[in-house]
């Protein structure tokens, strides 16, 4: 998982506190208006596409963006380029060195945040209405006319190792590694999106320039806008952000692949508590059983304290503080994911307990009351983790387009969810759990 470097300095938060008001400020919430959201579809006046949600309740503007690339784009050997830049956008721009962006920057009152993943590189901003103009002006530098300065560079490398040093004596970093490495092999997604001490000493500045060339362009960008700004002024603020950047990009291929299920490694490793980290076939976002997959997943352990992992893990035996399952969705596969940790005695148990609940929900499936109260919470739940502030539905606004769900999503998921029958989810727990696992843990040998 990437790191996200959030810049947030006590000036800016004492500019929105003036602006909106403590609460305000703090929640950055569009109270009421969340839970009914108009979203329009417009082009800007340079062709660049964007979604926009018009919401005056307070004087706010929030944008959420992401390009196609992310990790998955790091060239071999400069592995962490992609996170290495997350920390260099803001390290001078223009005319201005690293000090004076970053006085520029706690002069004005803006909230922003840039992050890498697997298959993407996304940003956002938070900005008042009086502060939007400075802002997206320091916001399009950033993007289109980073400097890429040497000393910066190599301060902010120095910062990353130091992370990377961290990692290396991390159980759940090394689990996650060997994970990664199972399951892909020599496909890119294999590769530590991090980087590593030796990438990331190896990444120069036309390493960040080739990846900054390649990756920001404007037919790679997909944008949401929410806030108290008018179409016209959102259009203006996407030409003036985004319209210098190139016109496309030149991404490399990342061929489709299939996770590598069955295999288990055991890496000792001295540590209080085992970690445990499993992984069975997935599905990518796009697949016709995705929202079959989501509910399996949720009862399986994605409901947290209501889980069958939590509730057999947890619960009944005292394994483990917890244990949860995910869907890992990619651009080119998909896993689902198993995880929790124990100390090095009960972690063969936990293993086979953990088994057993796979193999009982793949041959058994849920029952009618685990699925009904399954989707009633998935359903309920989704608006109030999703669209209670300005910046989480500029972030779904962007998540619609990147997965091509249609500007109808968010009046149509519930539906989605609630069409779910238990034939459906009996079906698709099979199709993902009917495998013998691929296991991987780090802890002592057991005695």
Do not use: W
Request: charged content about 25%; glycine content about 8%.
């Amino acid at each position: 998982m990437s790191d996200m470097i959030v810049k947030k300095t006590a000036r800016r938060i004492r500019n929105l506190a003036a602006g909106l008001g403590m609460a305000a400020a703090a929640q950055l919430a569009l109270p009421g208006a969340a839970y009914a959201v108009d979203i329009q579809t417009i082009t800007s006046d340079g062709g660049i596409k964007f979604l926009l949600v018009e919401d005056y309740t307070v004087p706010l503007i929030a944008l959420s963006f992401s390009f196609n690339g992310g990790h998955s784009q790091d060239a071999v050997g400069k592995e962490g380029t992609s996170e290495l830049l997350t920390n260099m956008l803001d390290e001078g721009a223009g005319e201005m060195d690293s000090k004076s962006f970053q006085e520029a920057l706690d002069d004005n009152g803006m909230r922003y945040r840039f992050s890498a993943g697997t298959d993407k590189f996304s940003g956002s901003v938070q900005v008042l209405k009086s502060d939007a103009d400075r802002s997206f002006e320091l916001l399009s530098l950033m993007l289109t006319n980073p400097r890429f300065d040497e000393e910066p560079i190599e301060r902010m490398k120095a910062t990353r190792m130091n992370s990377l040093r961290a990692e290396q004596t991390n159980p759940q970093s090394i689990a996650a590694k060997a994970l990664r490495e199972t399951l892909f092999d020599d496909h890119p997604y294999s590769r530590p999106g991090n980087g590593t001490l030796e990438s990331m000493e190896a990444i120069t500045r036309d390493d960040l320039i080739a990846y900054h060339k390649n990756v920001l362009a404007r037919d790679n960008v997909v944008i949401g806008i929410v806030g108290a700004i008018s179409p016209e002024e959102a259009a203006k603020v996407v030409d003036k952000v985004f319209g210098k950047l190139p016109e496309k990009a030149n991404l490399k291929p990342v061929p489709d692949v299939t996770p590598a299920i069955g295999e288990e490694k055991a890496i000792t490793f001295d540590t209080p508590q085992t970690v445990i980290s499993l992984a069975l076939p997935g599905l990518k976002r796009d697949d016709e059983d995705f929202y079959a997959a989501y509910v399996v997943n949720y009862i399986l352990g994605g409901g947290s304290f209501s889980s069958r992992l939590y509730e057999e893990v947890r619960e009944k035996r005292g394994l483990a503080y917890g244990a949860y399952s995910y869907l890992a969705t990619y651009d080119s596969t998909g896993f689902t994911g198993i995880g929790t940790a124990t100390r090095a005695e009960r972690a063969q148990q936990t293993v086979d307990v953990v088994r057993n609940e796979i193999t009982r929900l793949a041959e058994e499936g849920p029952t009618p009351e685990e699925l009904e109260k399954a989707k009633k919470y998935i359903i309920g739940s989704y608006a109030i983790s999703n669209l209670d502030t300005s910046g989480k539905i500029a972030s779904v606004l962007t998540a619609i387009q990147t997965a091509k769900l249609g500007t109808d999503y968010i009046d149509q998921r519930g539906d989605y969810i609630g069409s779910v029958s238990l034939e459906d989810t009996k079906r698709v727990a099979k199709r993902l759990l009917d495998a013998e696992p691929t296991i991987i843990t780090v802890g002592r040998a057991s005695e």
